[in-house]
């Protein structure tokens, strides 16, 4: 089906692993982004690609790593998960001429 | 950096009345977006703004891209318990060039009451 969607869906983990959030997207948008939603904060963007092989850093990116081989992957790493990283993250794209976003529909990290 | 002040933070009415929330800014936005985030979803585009002073509808909402380019405001008319959610304004900052980040309000949470 075409669309962008997120896996897993529910996470948990232990502090100090690494996990990875996937994000694939079908319709070959060039900017993909990862936002955080916390309590308090709304959506605050952790790391943002406008191509393959090109990502820069958003608003709160330290303790996340990405890469983006890929036009339609791009993967969310956190190399040693702390509890304040427990959040819902989206992942997003965007065509070249439509600012709209369209989002995935969410994972929900719990880090314990 | 640049930020968006949205209110109310929530609103809880009436069903079938109307309810209005906005998005100000110190800064001037090239683009306005609102957002409805269902529970446990992502959010979900309603209607977009392209140039100042435009005003959009989409069914029961309507939402009016701000003269001074630092508002938007978003109206729903009778309001209905399916329109229950967080709404999201967004914009497109005038010095964001091509990257196209978008900068979200903290977002108003509505409630319905049947």
């Known amino acids: 089906d075409a669309g962008i969607t997120q896996s897993p869906r529910y996470k948990i983990t232990e502090t100090g692993r690494q996990v990875t959030l996937m994000c694939h997207q079908t319709?070959?948008?060039?900017?993909m982004f990862w936002y955080r939603q916390d309590l308090g904060h709304g959506l605050r963007l952790i790391y943002y690609s406008a191509a393959a092989d090109i990502t820069d850093k958003g608003e709160v990116p330290d303790g996340y790593v990405v890469s983006r081989s890929k036009t339609e992957n791009f993967p969310l790493t956190l190399e040693s998960a702390t509890r304040s990283q427990t959040s819902v993250y989206f992942c997003?794209?965007?065509?070249?001429?439509?600012?709209?976003?369209?989002f995935g529909s969410g994972t929900r990290l719990t880090v314990v | 950096g640049q930020q968006l002040n949205q209110s109310p933070q929530s609103m809880f009415i009436q069903e079938g009345e109307d309810v209005s929330m906005n998005c100000t800014s110190s800064s001037i936005f090239n683009t306005w977006l609102w957002y409805k985030q269902d529970p446990g979803e992502g959010p979900v585009l309603l209607i977009a703004?392209?140039?100042?002073?435009e005003l959009t509808s989409n069914g029961r909402l309507t939402a009016q891209f701000g003269i001074t380019r630092k508002d938007s405001f978003l109206n729903i008319s009778a309001s209905i318990p399916s329109d229950v959610g967080i709404y999201f304004c967004?914009?497109?900052?005038?010095?964001?060039?091509?990257?196209?980040?978008?900068?979200f309000g903290q977002g108003t949470t509505l409630q319905v009451k049947p």
């Open positions: 319709w070959s948008h060039s900017y």
């Open positions: 967004a914009g497109l900052y005038h010095g964001s060039g091509n990257t196209g980040k978008l900068i």
């Open positions: 997003a794209s965007r065509r070249e001429a439509n600012y709209g976003y369209t």
């Open positions: 703004l392209y140039k100042a002073g």
